[in-house]
């Protein structure tokens, strides 16, 4: 099998390079940062098919600067909107943010995506198997997020990244992160795979052990935020500030770092509260955790 890795620069710290992946000159895998740039060096290569394995701006630049066919997961395809129509997706985090007395401010963030304004041009079909390439589902990061199979190499997109933990995904109508995640890492353990190929960082030449560790952060994580309840009911943001996150103090994060912290948090609050160790309690019309 012929892999040519093609690193594209993104305009974050972090993550900031982004890797495409060209597989047999037959299968693009992924469509660089959101830009026209991106899209332009991508289209140089003239492959057969295109697999986007979710809809973060540092995926997706192809669907919205280039008009070819690509295959993007069902599940992905209605978040495309967020790059179109921000404030829908604002206005109902910030709602949810509201129940939980958490500042809304944090979700005005998202605001950046109003300037982008951009719709897609490519054309989006259904996933689908592409001849010997086995597309999984892998979700979790992003609920309709897919990884691809081939030869015993997995493409994997955000879904395994060499030294950072991928994000758990929350959004008010994705709350099942945790969980999917954790399924997404075992059924990755019964699949021979001998490398993976991520869309950030290094390559993994010793897969089961990466899942292995990421199956231990999370387990941990969830204990961490069990841990943060205290016997009194206590607060989403407060719960959030006690978690020992990989880039610092909560309290010092930016307002999009705080955005972010508190939907892990509340992915992981969900899937607590799904095995019956917490439960919900309104305080003074604020929703608060206890535990069970
Ligand atoms: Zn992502
Ligand atoms: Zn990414």
């Known amino acids: 099998m012929e892999i040519e890795r093609i690193k594209l620069r993104t305009p974050f710290e972090n993550p900031d390079y982004v890797y495409v992946y060209v597989v047999n000159s037959e299968l693009m895998i992924d469509g660089g940062f959101c830009s026209a740039e991106h899209a332009a060096k991508l289209e140089e290569h003239d492959v057969k098919y295109r697999i986007i394995t979710h809809h973060h701006i540092d995926h997706v630049g192809l669907i919205f600067f280039s008009d070819r066919n690509v295959i993007l997961h069902p599940l992905e395809v209605r978040y495309l909107e967020v790059y179109s129509n921000p404030e829908k997706f604002i206005e109902v985090y910030s709602k949810l943010f509201q129940s939980f007395g958490v500042n809304e401010r944090y979700v005005e963030t998202l605001k950046i995506l109003t300037a982008l304004n951009l719709k897609p041009r490519a054309k989006i079909s259904e996933l689908r198997e592409v001849k010997e390439f086995r597309v999984i589902e892998t979700p979790g990061h992003t609920s309709g997020h897919v990884s691809v199979l081939a030869d015993n190499c997995l493409f994997s997109g955000d879904f395994m990244l ?131």
């Not at 030449?205 to 387990?219: A, D, F, G, M, S």
């Not at 880039?247 to 509340?266: Q, S």
Request: proline share 4%.
């Open 162 to 292: 060499s030294n950072t933990t991928p994000n758990i995904g929350f959004y008010p109508d994705y709350t099942s992160g945790v969980a999917d995640y954790l399924q997404s890492l075992h059924k990755v353990l019964e699949l021979e795979i001998d490398t993976v190929y991520p869309a950030h960082e290094r390559v993994i030449r010793n897969p089961q052990k990466r899942v292995y560790e990421l199956i231990e952060h999370c387990t941990s994580r969830a204990k961490e935020v069990y841990d943060a309840i205290r016997d009194k009911p206590t607060m989403l943001e407060d719960i959030a500030a006690k978690i020992n996150w990989s880039i610092g103090n909560y309290w010092e994060f930016d307002d999009f770092n705080r955005f972010m912290a508190i939907c892990e948090t509340l992915a992981f609050l969900h899937y607590l509260e799904e095995q019956g160790k917490i439960r919900r309690e309104v305080v003074d019309g604020v929703v608060s955790f206890t535990l069970c």
